[in-house]
């Protein structure tokens, strides 16, 4: 089975380096762009991934390439308002909320809560050149950067967990708030070592949930995800028109910054 040689396959220590690397099979130059949210490049042309040399079609499994040389890209800031986030559900809800806000935004999807951060920190060496909002979940851990001004971390576990609010997705998916209380309920019941998994702290709020009701607090400390997941599947709705309606009717009902996180709104909104 080929390789797949991509960003994560060949990272090195900094963003914005330029890795170089060589066929060993007939020398062709290759060089990687490693900033967390652009393509690998080869020979000029971008591609996103490479699984034989396009010179010789030597297979990178049988030659693998030989690392030659690590230098500095130039950065450039960008050109608008930038939101750099970890995946394609904080990227729908960041253009949902600047969409009904008026405002424009680019969004770059950087993978992961580390992309994030180290772009933010490397940003911070650069004294902010870079530019633009920086978004990451909470994931049950604090980020030493909560604090800074264009700096959103969740204060609930993941973007998912705000897409839960059982009145605007009742709204959103031609149901009552009670039946959709009754739908998550069931899903973790159904769905509760996938949840937990083994984790006692999750016990803990699984249990507080289907015994007393508590959704908020679940919503806080617990990863939603599969319930969000399971809840759009059992209606037959895509997240992208979900996401896109949660947001309008949170906006329309006036409650799109208790009902979203109020921070990312309101820097979406100083635009």
């Given amino acids: 089975?080929?390789?797949?040689?991509?960003?994560?396959?060949?990272?090195?220590?900094?963003?914005?380096?330029?890795?170089r690397w060589m066929c060993p099979?007939?020398?062709?130059?290759?060089d990687f762009l490693d900033d967390y949210y652009g393509h690998p490049m080869a020979g000029g042309i971008e591609e996103v991934e490479y699984y034989y040399c396009p010179r010789c079609e030597s297979s990178f499994d049988e030659w693998p390439l030989i690392p030659i040389e690590?230098?500095?890209?130039?950065?450039?800031?960008?050109?608008?308002?930038?939101?750099?986030?970890e995946d394609k559900m904080q990227r729908l809800v960041v253009e949902g909320v600047a969409?009904?806000?008026?405002?424009?935004?680019?969004?770059?999807?950087?993978?992961?809560?580390?992309?994030?951060?180290?772009?933010?920190r490397y940003s911070q060496r650069l004294g902010g050149q870079i530019g633009g909002c920086f978004v990451v979940d909470w994931d049950g851990k604090d980020s030493k950067y909560a604090d800074a001004e264009n700096f959103v971390q969740l204060d609930r576990y993941c973007i998912e967990n705000y897409l839960l609010n059982p009145q605007i997705s009742a709204a959103v998916l031609g149901m009552s708030s009670e039946q959709v209380r009754t739908s998550i309920l069931s899903i973790v019941s159904g769905n509760r070592k996938a949840i937990t998994r083994g984790d006692k702290?999750?016990?803990?709020?699984?249990?507080?949930?289907l015994k007393e009701g508590d959704l908020d607090t679940f919503l806080t400390y617990v990863d939603a995800k599969i319930i969000l997941r399971n809840l759009l599947r059992e209606r037959g709705v895509k997240k992208e028109s979900f996401v896109k309606e949660y947001v309008r009717r949170s906006y329309i009902m006036s409650v799109m910054k208790q009902v979203l996180p109020e921070k990312l709104v309101a820097l979406i909104e100083g635009i």
Avoid: H, W
């Fill in 70 to 85: 690590v230098r500095k890209a130039p950065v450039e800031g960008p050109t608008q308002a930038t939101f750099y986030v």
């Fill in 99 to 120: 969409e009904v806000l008026g405002k424009e935004v680019e969004v770059r999807v950087l993978g992961d809560r580390n992309a994030v951060e180290n772009l933010y």
């Fill in 25 to 30: 099979y007939c020398g062709l130059i290759f």
């Fill in 1 to 19: 089975m080929p390789i797949v040689i991509s960003k994560s396959d060949y990272r090195v220590d900094d963003p914005f380096q330029v890795q």
């Fill in 201 to 209: 702290y999750r016990e803990f709020f699984v249990e507080r949930l």
